[in-house]
């Protein structure tokens, strides 16, 4: 049994400029122990998809229209406030995309991360700071006594973001979303964290729900690949598979537009072409045919389902949702 089964996630807003469908039926599993990335521009949906899980979604203006969130047995999206406050920051815990903005400004580093030991674990102020001091020099941060003392402002952006991560892996959750970690960060301390994130998950078995958009970032840390447009999954597959054999116009897109080293430098980096659509007033065919090269009037009718495809896999079966990839490729009913 899969340890985070997704089913059938839709979730909307409804503002004064109509209703936005941010994440349109998504379904997926997260196994013990294992990376997956959702890959896609910005608005695809990938972040609402994981605050709708946590129950951190603004209600109004969010609707979570339809489906079930699946975790030991129990459906997350039927949970209590007071049941998901006990299981966030526990056995679930989320990295968020800006530190600066997660972290409280009026408190000191210590304050905050001594709250999540004393609320889930029940520990006392003296045994919580004594755990925070550890966490925060596992996660590389130097003199570590000294730096509980200090507020947010006064630590590096690279030094917040690994502040982050000890907050969030404290319990010693089940279950990481890490929600762009590396933004905004240098090349070097970008390195840094991966690195901890991986050796963090071999110590703890970890299973880590990775949302980005750096496909650089993908292929080295992640175990399967779910790619989202508008809303929806358009591709899923093993990273091996994914990179060896892009199926989808919009995920051949996305790889062809990262520079590879020996290039020659010459010319202009490929890109889609194009805009995403509105999400308040989505096509009704495939999202993506209006950017893509090799749309055909078939593409506009209908919404093309996930399907899986007949294509020889290293790493299980791969799913995509392009009538014309599925027509080329076979597919498996």
Same mark, same amino acid.
């Given at each position: ?13 409804? *503002? ?171 090349? *070097? ?145």
């Amino acid at each position: 049994m899969a340890l985070l089964d997704v089913r059938d996630l839709s979730v909307r807003f409804d *503002t004064f400029h109509g209703t936005v469908r941010a994440v349109d039926h998504v379904s997926f599993t997260l196994e013990e122990s294992e990376t997956l990335a959702l890959v896609g521009e910005s608005g695809s949906g990938k972040s609402v998809t994981n605050l709708a899980m946590m129950g951190l979604v603004p209600q109004p203006p969010g609707v979570i229209e339809s489906g079930e969130v699946l975790f030991d047995g129990r459906d997350l999206l039927r949970l209590s406030p007071r049941e998901l406050q006990r299981l966030r920051g526990k056995e679930i815990s989320m990295i968020f995309q800006d530190p600066m903005t997660s972290l409280n400004p009026l408190l000191t580093v210590g304050e905050q991360l001594s709250e999540v030991l004393e609320v889930h674990l029940g520990l006392s102020r003296k045994e919580a700071r004594l755990r925070c001091a550890s966490a925060i020099g596992d996660v590389g941060i130097p003199d570590p006594e000294s730096r509980l003392a200090q507020y947010p402002h006064e630590l590096s952006g690279g030094m917040r973001q690994r502040v982050m991560i000890a907050m969030a892996l404290l319990c010693d959750p089940r279950i990481l979303i890490a929600d762009e970690p590396t933004t905004a960060l240098d090349v *070097t301390i970008q390195a840094q964290i991966l690195d901890l994130l991986t050796e963090l998950q071999h110590q703890h078995g970890t299973a880590i729900i990775l949302i980005t958009h750096d496909l650089g970032v993908v292929a080295g840390q992640s175990d399967r690949v779910h790619v989202m447009y508008a809303g929806r999954l358009v591709e899923t597959a093993d990273v091996r598979d994914l990179y060896r054999a892009p199926l989808h116009p919009y995920t051949q897109g996305l790889l062809a537009s990262v520079p590879r080293i020996g290039d020659s430098g010459e010319g202009s980096l490929h890109s889609i072409p194009g805009q995403p659509p509105d999400l308040a007033s989505l096509p009704a065919g495939c999202a993506f045919a209006a950017r893509c090269e090799r749309a055909q009037p078939e593409c506009g009718r209908e919404v093309p389902p996930l399907v899986a495809t007949n294509l020889e896999v290293t790493g299980g079966a791969r799913f995509v949702a392009c009538p014309l990839t599925i027509a080329s490729a076979g597919s498996a009913r």
